[in-house]
């Protein structure tokens, strides 16, 4: 296993992002549409905040109560917007920390992904399930 390898090495660096104009029906569509679970929410290259499939499926009633409440649904994506949902301020990392030190980081947290950053503007982003496919490929 390699010791130092930067975390650069098993990012996404192909990234879909939004921004705070972005509607949440146009969130949710993404999440879908593309098969990703994280967003990254920028302001021209900064990251300002990110989205999860998990915040967006915490707005749904159908879950809950089935498929009879989608028009509550729509209501809720109309009413809220990116800002109120999304985490302010993620913590981010380097693209140059090792991919031991983003594990430590990962696994101390609440959440599965971290915007990987270089000089400050958004350059990818890792998750745990990165991780995982790293350590599968060691073995």
Do not use: C
């Not at 990110?50 to 109309?78: W, Y």
């Amino acid at each position: 296993m390699k010791k130092r390898e930067p975390v650069s090495h098993i990012m996404t660096s192909h990234l879909t992002t939004v921004n705070v104009k972005n509607s949440l029906r146009e969130v949710r569509e993404i999440f879908h549409s593309k098969g990703i679970r994280h967003l990254p929410v920028v302001s021209g290259d900064e990251i300002v905040g990110i989205l999860s499939e998990t915040d967006i499926r915490r707005l749904s009633f159908g879950s809950t109560f089935g498929e009879t409440h989608a028009d509550a649904d729509e209501a809720v994506f109309d009413m809220l917007n990116i800002s109120q949902v999304m985490r302010e301020h993620p913590k981010t990392v380097d693209k140059d920390e090792t991919i031991r030190e983003v594990a430590e980081t990962l696994a101390s947290a609440e959440f599965h992904a971290l915007p990987v950053t270089d000089n400050g503007k958004l350059v990818g982003i890792v998750t745990t399930t990165d991780l995982i496919k790293y350590l599968l490929e060691q073995y």
